[in-house]
């Protein structure tokens, strides 16, 4: 079965500066990788997606993510943060031979200091 | 069009009570999807409703989970004899078919507490 990781459950940006947001995962071939937003009192939204192909993926917001097989890594960037990212990030993983669930991380609450 | 929407947006209800929880998907949809976001912890599959097919039940926790999906759209999750551990967010999704097609559109959840 496969699982997802995000090791920091903090993580605190001063606004302008770069982000980084880290997700490891485990599954046994190429899988369905998401990035998800959750701002406070919404639902979750969609930021990108990898299915196949270029392994760095643009996002809205002006985030992006890049796919690394050898580390089995989905990390989510961001080269300037606006105070309006802050907000509860989620890696997710669909596997794309056993079913249609996504299996989630923890998440990575993202807190942007002015 | 509308999206996902989920009712009641909050529910408060004593141990050992039932509940059920309702899912409007966006129109059109065929997969249906239901999530469970506790307290510290991330989201947790459920079950998962695609067309006219038997349902994916792997996900629900005990026996006193089910849920249904009739007409092929509205989806309504209930929990039996509650207990206070079933408190959390209860997050409804739907994509237009099976995961390899596209995204899931959430809902804004359905904030259980269990007293």
């Known amino acids: 079965a496969q699982s997802v990781t995000q090791p920091d459950i903090h993580i605190t940006v001063s606004e302008g500066a770069s982000l980084e947001l880290r997700c490891n995962y485990s599954?046994?071939?190429?899988?369905?990788l998401f990035w998800y937003v959750q701002s406070p009192g919404q639902g979750l939204q969609l930021l990108l997606k990898y299915f196949s192909g270029d392994t760095l993926v643009q996002g809205i917001k002006g985030f992006e993510a890049e796919f690394k097989r050898s580390q089995s890594s989905f990390n989510l960037r961001k080269p300037s943060v606006h105070w309006s990212d802050a907000a509860e990030y989620f890696c997710a993983v669909g596997a794309r031979n056993a079913g249609n669930m996504l299996t989630f991380g923890g998440g990575t609450r993202l807190m942007v200091k002015p | 069009g509308a999206g996902v929407s989920q009712s009641p947006s909050n529910k408060v209800t004593e141990k050992g009570k039932d509940v059920e929880l309702r899912c409007d998907p966006i129109s059109g949809h065929t997969a249906l999807y239901w999530y469970r976001q506790s307290l510290g912890q991330g989201l947790e599959f459920l079950i998962y409703?695609?067309?006219?097919?038997?349902?994916?039940k792997s996900g629900l926790p005990s026996d006193r989970f089910s849920a249904e999906r009739t007409g092929g759209s509205v989806s309504t999750l209930t929990i039996q004899r509650t207990q206070q551990e079933d408190s959390a967010v209860y997050l409804c999704?739907?994509?237009?078919?099976?995961?390899?097609?596209?995204?899931?559109?959430f809902g804004p959840g359905t904030r259980l507490t269990v007293l």
């Open positions: 409703f695609q067309g006219n097919s038997a349902p994916d």
């Open positions: 999704a739907s994509s237009l078919e099976g995961l390899a097609f596209g995204e899931q559109f």
């Open positions: 599954y046994g071939a190429t899988p369905y």
